[in-house]
């Protein structure tokens, strides 16, 4: 999973308050993290289904620090084609973007949907920028 917004209040107890575990993101091993951030993909285990609701502030482009091998990350409030990801320094990706089912385990991913968190490895520390801006709209006549 993700935080596909920015959240005034990011408490997993907050957000998720119907969850059978406790929130873990990835560092070099899993840790459970208490309070959730956009860009993290982290993990949650729920007894039966839930429809649960977020509110807050949409986030169409997002940096996100990743270190030497596997890291999970989050994805935005708009889908995002992995095509378009850019990375800091050039060239440090090593591997697809690969997300989790538990009905269908792990799935290349060729779009990042918001919601969900991935898997993807690096070949050394550095960052991943995201990006889906929406297209300007009018506001009235002009």
Excluded: C
């Amino acid at each position: 999973m993700s935080l596909p917004l920015t959240v005034t209040d990011g408490t997993k107890s907050t957000l998720f308050p119907v969850t059978a575990s406790n929130a873990f993101i990835y560092q070099t091993g899993y840790e459970q993290a208490d309070t959730l951030e956009n860009g993290e993909g982290f993990w949650l285990k729920f007894d039966s289904a839930a429809t649960l609701s977020i509110t807050g502030d949409p986030v169409y482009a997002e940096t996100i620090a990743v270190h030497r091998g596997w890291n999970m990350i989050g994805a935005l409030t708009v889908p995002v084609a992995v095509s378009t990801i850019e990375t800091n320094p050039l060239g440090i990706l090593s591997s697809e973007f690969f997300s989790y089912s538990p009905a269908s385990g792990y799935q290349t991913a060729v779009t990042l949907q918001p919601g969900l968190g991935y898997w993807v490895r690096v070949n050394q520390s550095g960052s991943l920028l995201l990006a889906n801006h929406p297209p300007n709209i009018p506001s009235g006549p002009n």
